[in-house]
């Protein structure tokens, strides 16, 4: 079956770091544009970051971010684990929401969820102050 499994969320401290890993059965992950994006309770899902496809599989593809984790989030691959990273480092109290990740075959990696064709079930990530 194909999926996206994400995981490596938890409860730490303010000012801590988790890695999240979105790894994918049954799909190459380096055909695609892979996105996380992130839901708080009572709020919509928002954008956080994205890496898109290359042509080229020596290149990784372009990262983008949104404004509230530049700087502290990073974005990245592993071809040979079929499986997109998010290091997310000083992280504060606004940072908690489940975090979901999501597949865009041969995209450009940008902040439009609709644009992003599969999803994993989410990981919850809190962030205690």
């Known amino acids: 079956q194909e999926q996206l499994v994400e995981s490596g969320g938890g409860t730490v401290q303010a000012g801590e770091s988790l890695r999240l890993s979105c790894a994918a059965s049954?799909?190459?992950?380096?055909?695609?544009?892979v996105a996380w994006f992130r839901q708080a309770p009572g709020k919509e899902r928002e954008f956080v970051a994205a890496i898109g496809w290359s042509a080229n599989p020596w290149r990784r593809g372009i990262s983008n971010y949104a404004d509230s984790v530049k700087g502290r989030f990073t974005i990245s691959r592993d071809n040979s684990k079929n499986t997109v990273y998010l290091q997310m480092n000083s992280l504060n109290s606004e940072d908690t929401a489940v975090y979901y990740c999501?597949?865009?075959?041969?995209?450009?990696?940008?902040?439009?969820?609709?644009?992003?064709?599969?999803w994993g079930q989410g990981t919850q990530v809190t962030v205690s102050s």
């Open positions: 999501g597949a865009d075959f041969r995209g450009s990696g940008d902040n439009i969820s609709g644009r992003y064709d599969y």
């Open positions: 049954g799909r190459t992950l380096s055909n695609y544009a």
